[in-house]
């Protein structure tokens, strides 16, 4: 078992920038790709960037690419998701999640944080 608690949301205004923090314990977390999802009222969760168990590949969603920065400290047994230049457009429950490998999609991932709100005010 791995278990995910998320931190680090809040309210920021649109342009400004939060850091999520997402710890991990359980079982070897180095042994796992760990991805960021978000999910906004009233829509279905979505993906927003993965990163493979050694913090090589990272890889985005296109609404965030250039915007967002997935990073990892297997030392610490944390990934973070560094968010810059916020959007109203990115309020939502951040979730991050754990797999068994590398992926994007959300029905492949083993395991899941409770989430944290990230509310970006116009």
């Known amino acids: 078992q791995v278990q995910l608690v998320e931190s680090g949301g809040g309210l920021v205004q649109a342009g400004g920038s939060l850091r999520l923090s997402c710890a991990a314990s359980g079982r070897t977390f180095s042994s796992y790709g760990m991805a960021w999802f978000r999910q906004a009222p009233g829509k279905e969760r979505e993906f927003v960037a993965t990163?493979?168990?050694?913090?090589?590949?990272?890889y985005y969603a296109d609404s965030v690419k250039g915007r967002f920065t997935i990073s990892r400290d297997n030392a610490k047994n944390t990934v973070y998701l560094q968010m810059n230049s916020l959007k109203p457009g990115d309020t939502a429950v951040y979730y991050c999640?754990?797999?068994?490998?590398?992926?994007?999609?959300?029905?492949?991932?083993?395991?899941w944080g409770v989430g944290t709100l990230v509310t970006v005010s116009s």
């Open positions: 999640a754990a797999n068994y490998g590398t992926s994007t999609r959300s029905d492949e991932m083993d395991y």
């Open positions: 990163i493979t168990w050694n913090g090589r590949i990272t």
